[in-house]
């Protein structure tokens, strides 16, 4: 059972560079008699002319958002809004957030969208891989999710400080305890608005393997080899500084978290059921 954790909802998300928000709050739970936190991220990026939201965020932290956006936002409107893909962390504040921004577009692989939402299907515009949206000094690139839990997962990139969103890749636990059920990337309470390298210590293999092994169970039957590749060709095509999935900490530590998350993957793997 997890909970909202009030002082992990601050109305004022942290800048992680110029134009880039991190926005949301944190869901409490006990993980073998000790309290633990995890992330339900998003992220606002904001160009002179256009401005993104990057997942919605959980519907418990709905007043949060919605004053993170207002304080963010400073008198501007959102124009867009991008779950990366249609789960309630990344989908489920869409109706209000629609409400709130009545001309805000819903944008990425919303090909089942309509279903879900229906009475907004006039707002949904399809963007895929390899398209982009011109906010204004900045370009916010709509990318392949080379790990997913749904078909119609997406990242994105924005150009401007160089921040990859990953929705569910690159999380991690950190050395908390957790028990065999357990598939969030936990940390401890005041561990909320770090970033990876303002941690005690980086995550091990072991830790990185844990949750990926049950957050994504796919990962035990699936070589993810070449989708490493894709992710290091699309760091060499663009100058990625920072990492910003939706389920944990915020990685500074780019190429460090990369070897990492790699390795846990193969260990999932290899460590499969025959």
């Given at each position: 059972?997890s909970?909202?954790?009030?002082?992990?909802?601050?109305a004022?998300?942290?800048?992680?560079?110029?134009?880039?928000?991190w926005?949301?709050?944190?869901?409490?739970?006990?993980?073998?008699g000790?309290?633990v936190?995890?992330?339900?991220?998003?992220?606002?990026?904001?160009?002179?002319e256009?401005?993104?939201?990057?997942?919605?965020?959980?519907?418990?932290?709905?007043?949060?958002?919605?004053?993170?956006?207002?304080?963010?936002?400073?008198?501007?409107?959102?124009?867009?809004?991008?779950?990366?893909h249609?789960?309630i962390?990344?989908?489920?504040?869409?109706?209000?957030?629609?409400?709130?921004y009545?001309?805000?577009?819903?944008?990425?692989?919303?090909?089942?969208?309509f279903?879900?939402?229906?009475?907004?299907a006039?707002?949904?515009?399809?963007?895929?891989?390899?398209?982009?949206?011109d906010?204004?000094?900045?370009?916010?690139?709509?990318?392949?999710?080379?790990?997913?839990?749904?078909?119609?997962?997406l990242?994105?990139?924005?150009?401007?400080?160089?921040?990859?969103?990953?929705?569910?890749?690159?999380?991690?636990?950190?050395?908390?305890?957790?028990?065999?059920?357990?598939?969030?990337?936990?940390?401890?309470?005041?561990?909320?608005?770090?970033l990876?390298s303002?941690?005690p210590?980086?995550?091990?293999?072991?830790?990185?393997?844990y949750?990926?092994?049950?957050?994504l169970?796919w990962?035990?039957?699936?070589?993810?080899?070449?989708?490493?590749?894709?992710?290091?060709?699309?760091?060499?095509?663009?100058?990625?500084?920072?990492?910003?999935?939706?389920?944990?900490?915020?990685?500074?530590?780019?190429?460090?978290?990369?070897?990492?998350?790699?390795?846990?993957?193969?260990?999932v793997?290899?460590?499969?059921?025959?």
């Amino acid at each position: 059972m997890s909970s909202v954790v009030p002082g992990c909802e601050p109305a004022v998300g942290r800048v992680l560079s110029e134009g880039v928000h991190w926005l949301g709050g944190c869901l409490s739970a006990n993980a073998e008699g000790q309290e633990v936190h995890y992330h339900v991220s998003s992220y606002l990026v904001m160009g002179s002319e256009a401005t993104v939201l990057v997942d919605t965020g959980d519907p418990a932290h709905r007043e949060t958002v919605l004053a993170q956006l207002d304080h963010a936002l400073a008198g501007r409107t959102l124009d867009f809004v991008f779950p990366t893909h249609p789960e309630i962390p990344h989908a489920g504040n869409l109706p209000v957030l629609l409400s709130r921004y009545p001309s805000a577009v819903v944008v990425g692989n919303v090909r089942d969208y309509f279903l879900h939402f229906p009475e907004h299907a006039h707002r949904l515009r399809s963007m895929l891989a390899g398209d982009s949206l011109d906010l204004g000094g900045r370009t916010f690139h709509f990318l392949p999710a080379y790990i997913r839990d749904l078909e119609n997962t997406l990242w994105g990139y924005d150009s401007g400080a160089g921040v990859m969103f990953v929705s569910d890749g690159f999380s991690f636990i950190h050395d908390v305890p957790v028990s065999a059920e357990d598939d969030e990337p936990v940390h401890l309470p005041g561990q909320c608005r770090l970033l990876s390298s303002e941690m005690p210590a980086p995550p091990s293999v072991e830790q990185a393997a844990y949750g990926t092994g049950r957050a994504l169970y796919w990962t035990k039957f699936v070589d993810v080899g070449v989708a490493f590749q894709g992710i290091e060709d699309t760091l060499e095509a663009f100058s990625v500084n920072f990492i910003g999935p939706a389920h944990g900490n915020v990685i500074d530590d780019v190429e460090g978290m990369l070897k990492t998350s790699l390795a846990a993957h193969r260990k999932v793997y290899e460590g499969r059921p025959l």
